[in-house]
């Protein structure tokens, strides 16, 4: 499929309700359990996606779109990322999510973004010169790969009590 | 963590409603490209899982708690499960899911299932025998699997969009 900018907010817009729906109800195990060692729970993904909309993404369309000569993007710090939470609630994790999507996409809107301007370019730290139309394809499977890490950290909570039906459940064993 | 009715519940019934909000609104091409061959797009899965409440969760539940001496479980028939969608849209296949998964957990709820229920046993058809409880697990897991799954092959669409981030995006490797 190629970038078309409807059809990349049409998957940005629907994650906040995604997770709120996936999420708001369900006893905190299933939230506050990981794969082992220092991986993400459930609660972990929301603050991580928060921290992006707020420090990374919009960050990123900004400097590629700006009128600056040096383009370079700041690195993302992935693990300060998950600190900060406080004591919320997985509802209000998921309400600021969601507010600060709307922020972001309210702003992409306003741009009028055109077939030019997703040719502009920024820099990565470590993979050099990208596009404008990479930077937003890639955050929306970005989002997409965290609704499916959620799926999967929360089945490996039943690893041992599905039995022998882990043969055909290529979730629990990846 | 250890199997638990209500946490098991807890999953699945969030299912159609987790669906509805990520499916609902996207323009057909994210609901009907696969990740090649003949593996499933979305509308395939959602096939997959009105057959499975229709003709597999709970037929299994009902072989397990019966008094008959043979309590073999019949094969579920992968292929037949993504066959006669008629030309339904994602919303009247994700509202017939919802309530075949109503229809089917009213039931669970009504056995007042115990303890000692958990434990009793059918044959499946390759892996022999198995346990209530282990069949409740795998039902919640394999709803987990695949909203992964559909996570998956719609962010496969952007493979070659994202550019030098698919080092980054697990899930387009996969």
Chains 1, 2 share one sequence.
């Not at 050099?128 to 955050?139: F, N």
Request: hydrophobic share 35%; net charge negative; with cysteine.
């Amino acid at each position: 499929m190629e970038f078309d900018l409807e059809k990349t907010i049409s998957i940005l817009s629907q994650t906040p309700s995604t997770l709120a729906a996936m999420l708001n109800e369900l006893p905190d195990e299933w939230l506050q359990k990981n794969e082992g060692g220092d991986s993400w729970c459930p609660i972990n993904v929301i603050s991580h996606l928060i921290h992006g909309e707020k420090t990374d993404w919009i960050e990123r369309v900004k400097i590629i779109l700006s009128d600056e000569k040096e383009k370079n993007f700041k690195t993302f710090d992935r693990a300060a990322s998950i600190q900060s939470n406080g004591d919320k609630s997985i509802k209000e994790l998921i309400a600021e999510f969601n507010y600060q999507r709307n922020q972001s996409l309210d702003y992409i809107k306003s741009l009028h973004l055109s077939d030019k301007d997703f040719l502009k370019t920024g820099v990565h730290p470590e993979f050099g010169e990208v596009t404008l139309k990479q930077l937003l394809a890639t955050w929306a499977v970005h989002d997409l790969g965290h609704i499916a890490q959620i799926s999967r950290v929360m089945a490996k909570q039943y690893t041992h009590e599905v039995g022998p039906w882990i043969n055909y459940l290529s979730i629990l064993t990846r």
